[in-house]
């Protein structure tokens, strides 16, 4: 049976031609086994542009009691949610969270914090810079990564001048309807500043967001197009978990089909970038999470989410040693 016309063309990607936003919105009208047809692409796209497989863990260092109002965020202070909430983790805690997982073969590991960000003379930031110090003595080949909000440009060359390799800082959606989907407390403006502030510093970022919330299609590939135009260098998806309490409780789940088609076109549309599956792989993709990775993705979080659990280190490791068989690089 011949390609859908549409993925045909689309194998322009694996010659080194652009996909357009236009042609990346013509893809998402693909449906039934076609999606399998797309997958596939996006599988090669990956093997040739973005070969390498890398997964990461964060920690949690700061949780809840957020200022903000994100619609799908537990940590907002804005919703009833009853998670765990604490301040500023010891560095102690943050340094024994590092040493486990680097113990179990990981190399990226990401401090996280809950609130809108810091200003380079805030104490807790201070602390910060201390402990990824301390984190760069013990494991001196340990990605640091930190994803601690909106941050003043000073804030963001002292975090170049401490090791920061990559800062995550997600869009989240289109960003011209962020203020719709996502929050109206902060401006998308100052956490496209943080990025660029970042790069200038030499800060490698960590840029996507989540699948889910009630946006479109168009609204997806708006995002895709902003993390092309922004030339970030992950890209991170979350399939929304609806999380009980916050104003998007009531969201379904996504279908493993659309998720899949979201990160094939992600991978098409980006095509050497490295594209990470977040939260919600375990409940979203339930039986289906090798599709993503065949269908594009090459990281993904291991060891556990912000608020959720997720697959332990071990069983992501066997997983990915079977998924790897579906790979040409394999066979060298
Ligand atoms: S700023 Fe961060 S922690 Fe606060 S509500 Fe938004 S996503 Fe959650």
Same mark, same amino acid.
């Not at 940590?75 to 949610?81: A, D, E, I, V």
């Given at each position: 049976m011949r390609l859908h016309p549409d993925i045909e063309r689309a194998y322009k990607v694996l010659d080194g031609e652009e996909l357009s936003e236009a042609e990346a919105l013509t893809l998402t009208g693909i449906s039934g086994c076609d999606i399998l047809d797309l997958v596939s692409l996006a599988n090669k796209v990956r093997d040739k542009f973005a070969p390498e497989i890398v997964p990461c863990s964060i920690i949690n260092a700061k949780s809840g009691v957020c200022?903000?109002?994100?619609?799908?965020?537990?940590?907002?202070?804005? #919703?009833?949610?009853g998670i765990e909430t604490y301040e500023l983790l010891e560095p102690e805690k943050i340094i024994a969270g590092a040493r486990a997982v680097y113990n179990q073969g990981v190399r990226t590991y990401g401090i996280v914090t809950s609130g809108l960000g810091y200003e380079e003379t805030d104490p807790e930031f201070l602390r910060i810079l201390e402990c990824m110090d301390a984190l760069k003595k013990e494991f001196p080949d340990l990605h640091i990564c930190v994803s601690l909000g909106i941050l003043t440009e000073n804030a963001a060359r002292l975090l170049a001048e401490h090791g920061a390799y990559r800062y995550n800082m997600n869009l989240q959606t289109n960003p011209e309807r962020y203020a719709e989907l996502?929050?109206?407390? #902060?401006?998308i403006v100052k956490k496209i500043q943080t990025i660029r502030s970042l790069q200038k510093y030499g800060v490698t970022i960590c840029c996507g967001g989540i699948f889910g919330l009630g946006e479109n299609w168009n609204d997806r590939i708006k995002m895709a197009q902003a993390c092309r135009d922004l030339n970030v260098d992950g890209i991170p998806l979350n399939v929304l978990l609806p999380i009980p309490g916050t104003p998007l409780e009531k969201r379904p789940i996504m279908e493993p089909s659309e998720v899949a088609k979201a990160f094939a076109i992600f991978r098409l549309m980006n095509p050497a970038k490295m594209i990470k599956f977040a939260a919600g792989r375990e409940t979203a993709m339930k039986d289906f999470q090798g599709l993503l990775m065949l269908g594009g993705m090459n990281s993904m979080i291991t060891g556990g989410y912000l608020t959720t659990r997720g697959r332990s280190v071990e069983e992501d490791r066997v997983f990915l040693a079977h998924l790897a068989l579906f790979t040409d690089h394999a066979k060298h």
């Open positions: 200022s903000q109002n994100c619609k799908f965020c537990a940590q907002s202070g804005f #919703h009833s949610t996502i929050s109206d407390t #902060h401006s």
